[in-house]
């Protein structure tokens, strides 16, 4: 089983900052095959990039993902107040799927 | 409008069984494959099952493996949950997420997801 480490766990941070957030794996996650998303309180999980790089449809030019082999990073490049929320790394490369433990961005 | 509902969610002692199902539309059903995703309170998210458009392919979290069984009816475009000896450790919001991509095999990103049905094991 891949174990994906998230970090920081939390982070507090101002519309408008630029910020980037970690995602390890415990080992090699085949094809790229990593996606995040985005969850608001009460609701469901949103699918925001998934083979690592791509945005999924409807996703803003402000989220970016990167990173190959165990290494990836989600970049949100200016942060609206609507962005603040939990976010969660997934490998799904291979059986079985997993997630991280999940980032919260907070508002300073 | 694309749409994923779940149901049959609800409070069970610990060794009973519940069946959750979820209801799609909007979307061509077994064109894709399925998963079932449960959070529980306060936590972060866990994969539980996944099946192909055929299913043809099924894969289950080690945590559930042996007691629950997912299934689906194409042509009553649903997916389903059979969860035997449920354990306090079960309770959790249950989502129903649908594969973005490819019908024949589960490793796929979730594009569509469900409310959730909250599920609660205690006596």
């Known amino acids: 089983e891949i174990v994906l480490t998230q970090s920081p766990g939390t982070l507090s941070l101002s519309p408008g900052e630029r910020v980037t957030l970690s995602c390890r794996a415990s080992q090699s996650v085949s094809g790229s095959y990593l996606a995040w998303y985005q969850q608001k309180p009460g609701q469901a999980p949103r699918l925001l990039i998934y083979g690592a790089s791509s945005r999924a449809t409807g996703i803003p030019d402000r989220f970016s993902g990167s990173g190959s082999g165990t290494d990836f990073t989600l970049t949100i490049s200016r942060l609206e107040p609507e962005d603040f929320a939990v976010y969660y790394c997934?490998?799904?490369?291979?059986?079985?799927?997993?997630f991280g433990q999940g980032t919260r961005l907070e508002i300073k | 409008e694309v749409q994923l509902v779940e149901s049959g969610g609800g409070l069970v002692q610990p060794g009973r069984s519940l069946r959750l199902s979820c209801a799609a539309s909007?979307?061509?059903?077994?064109?894709?494959?399925m998963h079932w995703v449960r959070q529980a309170p306060g936590k972060g998210l866990e994969w539980v099952s996944g099946?192909?458009?055929?299913?043809?392919?099924?894969g289950y979290a080690d945590s559930v493996k042996g007691r629950f069984t997912i299934s689906r009816d194409n042509a009553k475009n649903s997916l389903y949950l059979q969860m035997n000896s449920l354990r306090a450790e079960d309770t959790a919001l249950y989502y129903c997420a649908k594969a973005r991509r490819l019908p024949a095999a589960i490793q796929d990103a979730f594009d569509i997801w469900g409310q959730g049905t909250m599920v609660t094991v205690s006596s």
């Open positions: 099946i192909t458009w055929n299913s043809g392919s099924i």
């Open positions: 909007g979307f061509t059903f077994d064109d894709y494959a």
């Open positions: 997934q490998h799904y490369g291979s059986s079985p799927i997993t």
